[in-house]
């Protein structure tokens, strides 16, 4: 299984993640290799084995509806890139 | 004179409640260490030193009053730097992370400063965790301390590299697919993965979250013990963390492995790996035989599919919790330029990861995109619990299986950068215990041509206690973990103050 360049610019628009002309080349050369490892997967009988999405006994775990100590927004958006009052600001989405 | 940074977690902490010296003496002559070898080793990213030593007088005033006395307090220990600590920088070693501090502590951090130990800082490690190597730091690679122009194995290989320096007594790593394990064999330092869910991944900054897990470095399977103790046990902060009994791990040390059934598996004992490598395992199961262990063949048939079912799963679940990374909240933002909202993402995450995260992220978005998510993503978790299934197996007929924890030694900075398959094949022997959530542990096993070798030990879910029994037994009747790299004796110039960073 190879990867082109055509693909590698899909999947870089669906990471959201710009990638240089080189870079393009580059992954397309790069990730060929790896899934021609992972091709040895297509070798396995799975036949026996039902789909699970999780190795743990539990799940959906739930915790009681009640209040918690919070953290203070200006704690919370001290980090923040930019930031106005206790708002985040971005750039427009809409014109 | 013996200085006291060459102490185990054991020894150090029985001085300290004995009051033969204080928990200052301690963490001052490790930041002194740090400041006379880190220059050669570069283990930390930051050191608080002021904050360690304000922590070791606190612990001080506990061990005067017996106060919360534990087997940590005053013990002065490092942190991966994907661990958040409160009000302290942590990067998870990438540039987008470079200027984030946390506002909380993580379960695991919070649980060491509540035994009252020390904390000396943050350690190196590949960007987000993704690497075998430590060069896929943002921030420049760590060296082995064994042969600075090799590394000290990944991801955690500032960890690893701290305590087999004499930088820290003990150090936090996480391991997703060998990355405690590994590093631990490379540096001839004990490295713990416990089983998934044994220790809570709250305040983790999350790579694959269905194999993530921390684990403790040590320089004894007695401190690794002392150590899990510590962060181990339930946690209502992570769904995941399992409401299992804690046990007295240390009280586990007897050693005795008279009648302790060991298996070989046959799948991990084949063509490329070294044979330096192959010969340490070969003798340490000698000397479990003569200790009185049985020593039983055993076979995990689909061994040969695990790296490539990890190379699926593993960036399919970082590409997903790497999708938070968008410049809004926290970290990198590139605005500048940007035509819009989209744009602006685009280049935020182009500038903020480095090359191995970027290609995860790709080919993880790529295995669960339309189209090729039954060939890739459905069938890899399905071949992962045929792994499962083999390691269920073979727990049925013993108790621990034993490995080299890596094909080879620490090989050199720059020999593998630029061939990412070569680099994931250092992780063969350790991604079937992530894939299958048991625990495991790396302990020195011996010496190849002067570079330190790894045994791994497997155990069945929540089996720590036994695995490190196992460790323990081979530590009495050997002398492999007490050997130290010669690094001091070249570079050590004694100063009196840390002239690293403070924070």
């Known amino acids: 299984m190879s990867i082109s360049r055509e693909d590698v610019q899909h999947i870089a628009l669906l990471a959201r993640m710009h990638l240089t002309e080189d870079e393009l080349q580059v992954m397309a050369r790069q990730l060929s290799g790896i899934l021609e490892h992972i091709a040895v997967l297509q070798e396995a009988d799975v036949s026996s084995v039902a789909l699970t999405a999780t190795l743990l006994p539990q799940s959906g775990v739930m915790r009681a509806d009640v209040p918690q100590p919070s953290y203070t927004p200006d704690l ?12 985040l600001r971005v750039k427009a989405v809409l014109d | 004179m013996s200085a006291l940074w060459n102490l185990s977690i054991a020894e150090a902490g029985e001085r300290l409640r004995r009051r033969e010296i204080t928990s200052v003496a301690l963490t ?4 002194d260490r740090i400041a006379a070898v880190d220059e050669q080793v570069k283990a930390f990213l930051t050191v608080t030193a002021e904050a360690a030593l304000e922590d070791a007088r606190a612990a001080d005033k506990r061990l005067d009053h017996d106060d919360r006395v534990t087997g940590l307090t005053g013990i002065p220990l490092a942190l991966k730097d994907v661990l958040v600590t409160k009000g302290v920088r942590t990067t998870a070693g990438s540039r987008f992370l470079e200027h984030f501090v946390p506002p909380y502590d ?8 509540e035994a009252g130990a020390v904390t000396l800082g943050k350690v190196n490690m590949d960007e987000f965790a993704m690497g075998s190597s430590t060069e896929n730091s943002a921030y420049g690679p760590t060296r082995n301390p064994w042969d600075t122009t090799r590394v000290p194995g990944g991801s955690s290989g500032g960890s690893a590299a701290a305590v087999a320096a004499g930088e820290a007594m003990g150090s936090l790593g996480s391991d997703t697919g060998g990355s405690v394990r590994q590093p631990g064999a490379l540096t001839n330092t004990v490295g713990l993965k416990p089983t998934y869910g044994r220790v809570s991944r709250f305040g983790l900054i999350a790579f694959a979250s269905s194999l993530d897990q921390i684990g403790p470095f040590t320089r004894s399977a007695r401190d690794s013990a002392i150590l899990l103790g510590a962060i181990a046990g339930y946690d209502p902060a992570d769904s995941t963390s399992a409401n299992v009994p804690v046990p007295d791990y240390v009280q586990a040390l007897t050693g005795d492995v008279r009648g302790l059934k060991i298996g070989v598996p046959r799948e991990y004992f084949v063509e490329g ?15 479990y035989r003569e200790l009185g262990a049985e020593i039983l063949d055993i076979s995990l048939p689909h061994t040969r599919y695990g ?11 970082a590409s997903a919790n790497l999708a938070r990374y968008d410049g809004i909240k926290y970290g990198l933002s590139v605005r500048e330029g940007a035509d819009d909202l989209i744009d602006s993402l685009m280049h935020t995450r182009e500038m903020g990861f480095g090359p191995e995260v970027r290609r995860r992220i790709m080919l993880g978005t790529y295995a669960l995109s339309s189209g090729y998510y039954d060939a890739y993503y459905k069938r890899a978790e399905q071949v992962r619990m045929l ?33 990412p398959v070569a680099m994931y094949l250092a992780d063969l022997f350790t991604i079937p215990a992530n894939l299958a959530g048991i625990c495991g542990v790396s302990i ?3 010496f190849s041509e002067g570079l330190p070798v790894g045994v791994q030990l497997l155990g069945q879910r929540f089996e720590e206690a036994t695995i490190l029994r196992a460790a323990d037994a081979f530590e009495r009747v050997t002398d492999y973990h007490t050997r130290w790299p010669t690094l001091a ?11 690293k960073k403070l924070v």
């Open chain 2, 444 to 446: 020195p096993g011996g």
């Open chain 2, 387 to 419: 792994i499962r299934q083999d390691f269920d197996a073979a727990f049925a007929t013993c108790d621990v299986i034993i490995s080299p924890t890596s094909p080879t030694v620490a090989f050199k900075l720059g020999e593998r950068t630029d061939d």
């Open chain 2, 106 to 113: 993580g379960t695991v951090v919070r649980r060491l400063r």
């Open chain 2, 307 to 317: 790296l490539a079912a990890y190379y699926i799963i593993a960036p399919a679940e």
């Open chain 2, 28 to 31: 001052q002559a490790h930041l």
């Open chain 2, 489 to 499: 004796d070249t570079v050590a110039k004694p100063k009196r103050k840390s002239t």
């Open chain 1, 76 to 87: 919370l958006l001290a980090n923040a890139p930019d930031r106005e009052d206790q708002y």
């Open chain 2, 273 to 287: 790996t070294e044979p330096g490598v192959v010969k340490v395992v070969q003798d340490a199961i000698a000397v």
